[in-house]
């Protein structure tokens, strides 16, 4: 059975880092795509925003690159997602996800990832940054 347990969220000052984990089971890396969404208020979680995704190859979306950081360590079954230089417009609940048919790829024209393909999501964990 596929599962992903996330950790790591909270409340944290403008300007300050978070980093989430998802422990996972029941699969391996090199046959699923992983990836991070969140989901802003008044949204479904179906169109939660791909933040960053690791497929054939490792994207993140412009919204946060430079400042987000998604990495996997395949022997621990768990990948992470490394929050720095954090903003109030960055606040959201925080999934991550996997699929064995979800694609990850280049932005344009199409978001790097998108939350109806994937299957499997954790919980969702809450991020607020505010001063």
């Known amino acids: 059975e596929v599962q992903l347990v996330e950790s790591g969220g909270g409340l944290v000052q403008p300007g300050g880092s978070l980093k989430l984990s998802c422990a996972t089971s029941g699969f391996s890396f090199d046959e699923y795509t992983i990836a991070w969404f969140r989901q802003f208020p008044g949204r479904q979680r179906d169109e939660s925003e791909g933040?960053?995704?690791?497929?054939?190859?490792?994207y993140t979306s412009s919204s946060v690159k430079g400042r987000f950081t998604i990495s996997a360590d395949s022997a621990n079954n768990t990948f992470y997602l490394q929050m720095n230089s954090l903003k109030p417009e960055d606040t959201a609940v925080y999934y991550c996800a996997a699929d064995d048919w979800a694609g990850c790829g280049v932005e344009f024209p199409l978001p790097i990832a998108d939350a109806v393909d994937f299957d499997h999501w954790g919980q969702g964990t809450q991020v607020t940054v505010s001063s």
């Open positions: 933040i960053s995704c690791i497929g054939s190859s490792t």
